[in-house]
């Protein structure tokens, strides 16, 4: 078996990777993605390349014998005129530029697969970063806010086949945001001038869409979305079990949530969510 290979983005989910496949015998090769990777790397063999430099960091990763590869933290997609692209990045461009997220990252991971390294799954290292069925953490939910899980859930079911964002946001039985290319941070900043504080507590809920392969790109929430959700006014939210990952250890994501009195729970109608690419065999 040759060599793990981690493709860095913002975060620190990607050192913690590092850290823990080290610990299980690994020697983990680093890419740096340029602008986006925001951690300390220097105690692993590391480079750094621009998110166009596919053919480059391809080379790389054979270069350093890695046969399999994670893909870790938050990645922005820099606009079409940041791009510096090589030659492979230029011929996938054209394929990927407009797809939707799904999309995009399986033309990625057949990129890969065709120069013989797979992509795999973050659980494999963090296997214990996903929250079981009836996980709940605060104070009970009132009827209008278990409705209104029940409600983010079907919205998201729906939109899911869409490959239409991962996240929305409901207060009572109203569609306050649905999360699209901008991401989670700016959902939650552009609904909370619409928040009732008057009302029942507005929800958030997170879950993969229909088609999602969660090897490639398994929702994730942490202590920063919780800051956001808390200063937007936001007391509740819901995350299908299994199927979204943990940021951050289970107890430092407890204690964000006591300080701001936020709930966190798996308890809502999220029975059509998607259990991930069927066709997966890892």
Known sequence: MGRLGIIAASGTLPLELA?????????????????QADQDYSPFE???????????VTAAL????CDRLLLAGKFI?????????DSAGAALLGRLALKGDDKALRLVSEHFAEAQIKILPNTDFLPNRTLPENYHFGRPLTSAEVSALNLGGSVLSQLGGLDVGQSVIIQQDRVLGIEAAEGT????????????????????????????DKILDM?????ATLKSLAEAGIGVA?????????????????AELSLHGLVLTTSFDSKDAPSGNAEQTS
């Open 19 to 35: 850290n823990r496949a080290k610990l299980q015998g690994e020697n983990p090769f680093i890419i740096c993605l340029e602008g």
């Open 46 to 56: 590391n480079l750094s390349f621009a998110p166009g430099k596919l053919k480059a």
């Open 62 to 65: 054979h270069d350093k014998s």
């Open 77 to 85: 997609r820099p606009s079409l005129s940041a791009l510096k692209l």
């Open 185 to 212: 941070q700016a959902l939650i900043a552009r609904t909370a001038p619409l928040i009732d504080a008057s009302a029942d507590a507005a929800v958030f809920v997170k879950m993969a869409k229909t088609q999602q």
């Open 219 to 223: 929702p994730v929430i942490g202590i």
């Open 238 to 254: 819901g995350v299908a079990a299994g199927q979204t990952m943990l940021a951050d250890p289970l107890e430092a994501i407890e």
